[in-house]
T-cell receptor
Framework: DAKTTQPTSMDCAEGRAANLPCNHS???????VYWYRQIHSQGPQYIIH???NNETNEMASLIITEDRKSSTLILPHATLRDTAVYYC??????????????FGTGTRLKVLA | DAGVIQSPRHEVTEMGQEVTLRCKPI?????LFWYRQTMMRGLELLIY????????DSGMPEDRFSAKMPNASFSTLKIQPSEPRDSAVYFC?????????????FGNGTRLTVT
């Protein structure tokens, strides 16, 4: 079973920041938060991941709350090409952790012109 | 970096036929995963390998499904005999061995249609 809860869908105006929330209230100390997205008919694309600190890369920023029970993926200037399903996944990234990535149903983000 | 390469991109076959899907992981990656995606069930993990050894095949739906990884650069997923309910997009993904928290990298999938 997926360990995360995400809204089913969201809309965002083109050029504005898209903030996608994820709840992972049962996260354990060794579990990382990963974000992927899937554009129609393509394979899921890795975006970003983090353990407890906020992370930023060329695609997005990941904000993790201090208690680590929730996080937000931020696309700073959404474009039409960011329209996709976004998946938030938690996974134990320690040497003794499972290699399983369990995908939930994700958030369907629609960027509007 | 060529990414994860899957073949064929599309496969149409008749019920009862054998189907073989192929995957070449990213060079240097030592973990390989097979997923299946349908509208009804979303993305399901079928099996994963670590250092060419199957670690967890609990997601393989039936004995009709089998997967092999004869070497670090090649894996197959075979369905024999195929059934219409096997119609789905099958994704292969690989993960690097440099860090236990490395992300998965997916191929573009094989769309299987069984008539």
């Amino acid at each position: 079973d997926a360990k995360t809860t995400q809204p089913t869908s969201m809309d965002c105006a083109e050029g504005r920041a898209a903030n996608l929330p994820c709840n992972h209230s049962t996260i354990s100390g060794n579990e990382y938060v990963y974000w992927y997205r899937q554009i129609h008919s393509q394979g899921p694309q890795y975006i970003i991941h983090g353990l407890k600190n906020n992370e930023t890369n060329e695609m997005a920023s990941l904000i993790i709350t201090e208690d680590r029970k929730s996080s937000t993926l931020i696309l700073p200037h959404a474009t039409l090409r960011d329209t996709a399903v976004y998946y938030c996944i938690v996974r134990d990234g320690s040497p003794s952790g499972t290699y399983k990535y369990i995908f939930g149903t994700g958030t369907r983000l629609k960027v509007l012109a | 970096d060529a990414g994860v390469i899957q073949s064929p991109r599309h496969e149409v076959t008749e019920m009862g036929q054998e189907v073989t899907l192929r995957c070449k992981p990213i060079s240097g990656h030592n973990s390989l995963f097979w997923y299946r995606q349908t509208m009804m069930r979303g993305l399901e993990l079928l099996i994963y390998f670590n250092n060419n050894v199957p670690i967890d095949d609990s997601g393989m739906p039936e004995d009709r499904f089998s997967a092999k990884m004869p070497n670090a650069s090649f894996s197959t997923l075979k369905i024999q005999p195929s059934e219409p309910r096997d119609s789905a997009v099958y994704f292969c993904a690989s993960m690097g061995g440099g860090s236990y928290n490395s992300p998965l990298h997916f191929g573009n999938g094989t769309r299987l249609t069984v008539t």
